[in-house]
């Protein structure tokens, strides 16, 4: 009844950790973090640059491997992840990061940005599905972890579409964990507030409880070793945010409503990798 909902990972020495979206904010720090730890490390992004600048001597080592590509191109994703396999034989675990943000409210609603949000943060992650899932499937072990926002839990102000495409990846892990716990295979689903990235740099409103990305990569392998489901952080905001959403509609909006009451922006173009 109270076991853990995925296989808990007690030793990451050796573990084939796949993170798209690994640049910069959380993903680079997750990197850094497992590379300490002794997992051997495919690091996936636009920006080659600073994947090589991430992998460092580890690289030359073979405890990281460098897989450019872009999410929103399925042949690109597919071919990184057969570049995986070519060299390690399999993955332990897919850390899918990869994501965009643009602030937008309903009088400055423009159809191509939204487009551009739902073909990088919801179809890239469809493209990695593709291209992880028969792998996964025909090993019958190994996890795959889908990073969403606090966003998804319910409809907040500047996130018109943003916060649509986070709530559609929090049903998506939850349909793929009935279909892949039975076969062995863990699904997590990271759920973070407000992280230092550059993406949230260029938010001008005060962002509550924000914390670290090194901060937040600590959070989800203490959620990986437990083998939680659901890991979200920090607990202090993420925690009133869920309980938010069981309110009655008018209590709802109107909390929303006074804690966003200063919160305005201007538009941003699209950032790769905001978590």
């Known amino acids: 009844m109270f076991a853990p909902l995925n ?8 573990r084939r950790v796949w993170i798209v979206g690994a640049s910069s904010g959380i993903g680079a ?6 590379l300490t730890r002794g997992a051997r490390v495919a690091l996936s992004a636009r920006r080659e640059a600073p994947l090589r600048e991430l992998a ?9 491997l460098v897989l450019p590509l872009d999410v929103t191109e399925p042949a690109s994703v597919s071919n990184a992840m057969q570049a995986l396999l070519d060299r390690w034989q399999g993955v332990d675990l897919v850390v899918w990061v990869a994501g965009t ?8 609603f423009d159809l191509a940005r939204a487009g551009d949000l739902v073909r990088i943060n919801l179809g890239g992650v469809l493209n990695g599905l593709a291209a992880t ?7 019958r072990s190994g996890a795959l972890a889908i990073v969403s926002s606090v966003a998804g839990y319910s409809g907040l102000p500047m996130s018109l579409v943003y916060g649509p495409t986070k709530a559609a990846l929090m049903n998506l892990a939850q349909s793929l ?9 863990g699904v997590h689903l990271i759920s973070p507030g407000f992280v230092e990235t550059p993406l949230t740099a260029l938010n001008d409103f005060e962002m509550p409880a924000l914390i670290p990305a090194h901060e937040a990569a600590l959070r989800m392998l203490a959620g990986f070793e437990r083998g939680e489901f659901e890991t979200h952080f920090p607990r202090r905001f993420t925690g009133l945010m869920k309980l938010a959403r069981l309110l009655p509609h008018r209590w709802y909006f109107a909390l929303i409503r006074r804690i966003t009451a200063s919160s305005d922006t201007t538009a941003a173009r699209p950032t790769e990798n905001p978590r």
């Open 7 to 14: 296989p808990r990972v007690r030793d990451w020495r050796g």
């Open 29 to 34: 720090a997750l990197a850094r973090e497992l």
């Open 56 to 64: 460092g001597p580890a690289a030359d080592a073979g405890a990281a």
């Open 101 to 108: 943000y643009q602030p937008m409210r309903a009088g400055d």
């Open 133 to 139: 899932l028969p792998v996964l499937i025909a090993q």
């Open 177 to 185: 964990y009935f279909d892949l716990h039975p076969l062995g295979v």
